[in-house]
């Protein structure tokens, strides 16, 4: 059964900071993973997909990476901004195909 | 393109009460799923549907039950709610696997 975990659980940074956040998962046969963002109360925004054959993605400030073999995936999010507070989720997708599992998120607060 | 909506946005009903959830896939897709989001926690799948019929169930009791439309819509029903069901129920749908997810913005279900 899959497990993914995130860490860590909650985070506060000082606005500009770069942060990486953590995900990983227990079974390397994966057919791909995706970062969301959650507003709170609100769905999710999709933010970067990694098929199982890439290394990474990038989309403005943020940088994906996935290393399969390890069952590791790292969020890095460049200079940040108030705008970027939000509940962070990383989802596996298995070969099936036909589900993701996700981890618990990872709460991101960036002060002023 | 339209994305994923869904509807009610929220809804109060009262234990052992049976509710129906509505959600419109994002244009073009064929495959719906559904997940139920506790407070606090990553969401959890209950199924996934393709081609009208049932591709993948979760750890969910039978009386979570659903149903995909010829255009793709889908519902989710939900009999002698507990008030554990108390939860954002977010609907998600795909094209094919390479793609991703597309969330809608959920339905927040309180059970009284």
């Known amino acids: 059964k899959q497990e993914v975990t995130q860490i860590p659980a909650a985070l506060s940074v000082p606005e500009g900071e770069n942060l990486v956040l953590n995900c990983s998962f227990t079974?390397?046969?994966?057919?791909?993973l995706q970062w969301f963002r959650q507003d709170p109360g609100k769905g999710l925004t999709s933010l970067l997909l990694?098929?199982?054959?890439?290394r990474e993605q990038t989309s403005g400030r943020l940088n994906a990476s996935l290393d399969k073999s390890s069952g590791r995936s790292t969020l890095y999010i460049a200079a940040s901004q108030p705008g970027d507070s939000a509940t962070y989720l990383c989802?596996?997708?298995?070969?099936?195909?036909?589900?993701?599992?996700f981890g618990g998120g990872t709460r991101l607060m960036v002060k002023p | 393109e339209t994305g994923v909506t869904q509807s009610p946005t929220h809804l109060i009903k009262t234990r052992g009460q049976q509710v129906t959830l509505r959600c419109s896939s994002q244009s073009g897709h064929n495959t719906v799923s559904w997940y139920q989001q506790a407070l606090g926690q990553g969401p959890q799948f209950i199924f996934q549907?393709?081609?009208?019929?049932?591709?993948g169930r979760g750890n969910f009791p039978p009386r979570f039950s659903g149903l995909q439309f010829p255009n793709y819509s889908s519902e989710l029903n939900v009999n002698a709610l507990e008030l554990d069901d108390s939860a954002l129920y977010l609907c998600?749908?795909?094209?094919?696997?390479?793609?991703?997810?597309?969330f809608g913005s959920g339905t927040r279900l309180t059970v009284v």
């Open positions: 989802a596996v997708n298995n070969n099936a195909g036909n589900m993701l599992t």
């Open positions: 998600a749908s795909s094209l094919v696997m390479e793609t991703g997810y597309t």
């Open positions: 079974d390397s046969a994966i057919y791909n």
């Open positions: 990694i098929q199982s054959s890439q």
């Open positions: 549907y393709y081609r009208e019929e049932e591709n």
